[in-house]
């Protein structure tokens, strides 16, 4: 998505803060709410999920799921995303800060896990009846994602019996528009079983600001020896491939990189499949 929507969400769009009844009525704030936008158009707004927040009393935080069209300058897009209100009793809120850590709630938060998220076709590395399974959403151009990922790539193909790895691609397109060929480049190496080429895109030395891709695919095969053609990353199969990808980041409220989910869990730490590591 580019910058000009990437930020899209109800706080975005809204103010933040009103009172609340029933379900009904938080439906009716959110109708309400991004009907003053001018250049929404509302499709349909639902609530796809009510969850605990654990440690605090009197409050859910409730997915809501929304359909709208929006327009900015001459464009119009339909748009499907989901985001997060914190409701309680009386009150309805986009942001809720817990006063003891000073932590965002919304990082507390995880909706249910979607039951074809451990799908063969991600298993990058591991026994897929391992008893620990990791999801993993990533951009190879993302900093910290470079720091990360090779050593987690690592523990998990040193010991396949116990973690298996399952790769989503979370290309930030806005903060560096490279990585939306690499990811390409990523799909078709992992299903010719080219497992290697997926790893050296976390060491690709390349101008992440770079749109040519005739350019970045020669800068691939100057960096890793694998060649590809503008047509070969751009199969069918592939823009389905990233469209799931993309789904699953909506559904699990994933919008930076890397993020972790450790056996259904997310692993803020990013460090529990350490423990399951061979110690030399």
């Known amino acids: 998505m580019s910058s000009m929507w990437k930020s899209l969400s109800i706080i975005a769009i809204a103010s933040s ?34 969850l605990p927040i654990p440690g605090i009393k009197g409050w859910s935080a409730y997915v809501m799921g929304l359909d709208i069209n929006l327009t900015r300058g001459k464009q119009t897009r339909r748009i499907n995303f989901e985001d997060i209100l914190f409701v309680s009793k009386q009150l309805i809120t986009s942001e809720l800060v817990d006063r003891k850590s000073g932590h965002d709630v919304r990082s507390m938060i995880q909706p249910k896990m979607p039951s074809d998220i451990y799908d063969q076709s991600h298993l990058l590395y591991g026994n897929p009846n391992a008893p620990h399974k990791i999801i993993l959403f990533s951009d190879p151009l993302c900093p910290f994602c470079r720091m990360y990922v090779p050593g987690l790539l690592q523990g998990v193909k040193t010991n396949p019996d116990k973690m298996a790895l399952y790769y989503y691609h979370l290309p930030l397109e806005a903060l ?47 960096e890793t020896g694998y060649k590809v053609t503008p047509e070969q990353i751009h199969q069918p199969w592939i ?41 030399k």
């Not at 009172?19 to 309400?32: H, L, Q």
């Not at 490279?178 to 790893?199: C, H, P, W």
Request: no cysteine.
């Open 239 to 279: 823009d389905k491939k990233l469209g799931k990808d993309r789904i699953m980041a909506r559904k699990l409220l994933v919008t930076g990189t890397p993020t972790v989910f450790f056996d259904g869990k997310k692993d803020v730490t990013r460090e529990k499949y350490k423990k399951f590591t061979t110690k």
């Open 176 to 222: 560096h528009p490279t990585s939306m060929t690499l990811v390409r480049v990523m799909e078709l190496a992992q299903k010719e079983g080219r497992y290697d080429i997926v790893e050296k895109m976390y060491q690709i030395k390349i101008d992440p600001q770079l749109k040519d891709e005739k350019k970045i695919l020669a800068i691939v095969a100057k």
């Open 17 to 50: 803060l009103a009172f609340a009844g029933g379900d009904s009525d938080v439906i009716d704030y959110v109708k309400k709410k991004l009907g003053h936008n001018p250049n929404v158009k509302i499709n349909s707004v639902k609530i796809e999920d009510k």
